[in-house]
């Protein structure tokens, strides 16, 4: 493990939170953005493509979301094909609807 020249924390953990929390923004800047065109259903190609391929951060972005409500995990993303539904968004993640009838009924 490398630390860092104190010998007290790993010298990367800095650096790789940085870099989650940079991903989890794009990606619910890209989320969003597909909700504000009228995508409900993600793709796993368009979700790893908003979370620059950093499949750990995703999945847990996703989880946590899952269970504040805002989106349906339809498919893990270890098991689908690119061209597959994974997600199904309930809601934005931050940001509110420009739409008035959001959300649309199932």
Same mark, same amino acid.
């Given at each position: 493990?490398? $630390? /860092? ?8 953990s800095i650096?790789?939170?940085?870099? @989650? ?10 989320? %969003? ?7 409900? @259903?993600? /793709? ?14 995703a ?8 269970? %504040? ?6 498919? *893990?993303l /270890? ?5 597959e *539904? $994974? $997600? ?14 959001w959300?649309?009924?199932?």
């Open positions: 493990m490398l $630390v /860092d020249a104190w010998g007290l924390r790993p010298r990367l650096f790789s939170k940085v870099m @989650n929390e940079r991903i989890k923004s794009q990606l619910i800047a890209g989320l %969003e953005r597909c909700l504000d065109d009228g995508l409900r @259903n993600i /793709d796993k190609v368009t979700l790893l493509a908003y979370s620059r391929y950093d499949l750990e951060t999945k847990a972005c996703l989880k946590q979301w899952a269970s %504040e409500g805002k989106l349906e995990i339809l498919k *893990p /270890d098991e689908a094909q690119d061209d *539904p $994974v $997600v199904r968004m309930k809601a934005y993640i931050e940001g509110k609807s420009p739409w008035p009838n959300p649309p009924k199932d």
